[in-house]
């Protein structure tokens, strides 16, 4: 059994900033690809940072040098760092990884955390 595990959204003010984490735990053996996709309302989710399979990192441009993405292979953690954060950056944010390779041998695909809130406010 896998989880993803989110933490760190909540209300900012416009100019803030916040730090995202998402933690993959359970019967791991190894993770391809990992980031962070958003949702505002009435709209698309869409990619906002992620890893390749590859390691190549993508931003969407509305958010290119504003957000950062890291990531921790060894212990299956992504994080976004986001500053000088806009009213339109409001959304919940999923953390997603594209391919879960288990301890069993099972394959998983496009794997989803449960969402965490973002309302950047004044």
């Known amino acids: 059994q896998v989880q993803l595990v989110e933490s760190g959204g909540g209300l900012v003010q416009p100019g803030g900033s916040l730090r995202l984490s998402c933690a993959a735990s359970?019967?791991?053996?190894?993770?391809?690809?990992m980031g962070w996709y958003r949702q505002a309302p009435g709209k698309q989710r869409e990619l906002v940072a992620g890893?390749?399979?590859?390691?190549?990192?993508n931003y969407a441009n509305s958010v290119k040098g504003r957000f950062t993405i890291s990531r921790d292979s060894a212990k299956n953690t992504v994080a976004l760092q986001m500053n000088s954060l806009q009213p339109e950056d409001t959304a919940v944010y999923y953390c997603?990884?594209?391919?879960?390779?288990?301890?069993?041998?099972?394959?998983?695909?496009?794997?989803w955390g449960q969402g965490t809130q973002v309302t950047v406010s004044s």
């Open positions: 997603h990884v594209d391919w879960i390779y288990t301890t069993t041998f099972f394959t998983v695909k496009d794997y």
């Open positions: 359970g019967s791991i053996r190894s993770i391809s690809g």
């Open positions: 890893f390749s399979g590859s390691g190549t990192i």
